[in-house]
């Protein structure tokens, strides 16, 4: 799955997320840019466009979302960008008061493995 990166990114909120996870020894920050419009997380891990890691959701009702999939290129997994982009994502739902359906089953790994992400819990929908 390869996606584009547009001219669109620049119209976008940009959050910087630091990467803490008790499984991975992740030393690094990421950008992590949210794009409401195109509903979806990015990280940009190298010069060329195509390099771009992402996490999709849609809306399925007024105040809820799925938390449907990411995707890291592969040569730069490993590195916590995945962790970086659902953190940006449960962060999200906390920001907006959202409940959420996660589809993604990395999402899924990383809610449960993580001791500090039980706060979330409330926001997702069995």
Sequence with gaps: MALKITSRLFGLTHRVVSCHTASSSCSGRFKVQH????RRFTVTTGSRDSECAVLCYRFTGQKEVDLMSTFVPETFRGQGIAAALSQAA????????????????????YIDEQPEQQQYKDFIIS
């Excluded at 794009?35 to 195109?38: A, C, G, T, V």
């Design 35 to 38: 794009d409401r419009q195109n």
């Design 90 to 109: 449960l962060d999200f739902l906390l920001e907006e008061k959202l409940k959420a359906r996660v589809s993604c089953w990395y999402i899924k790994k």
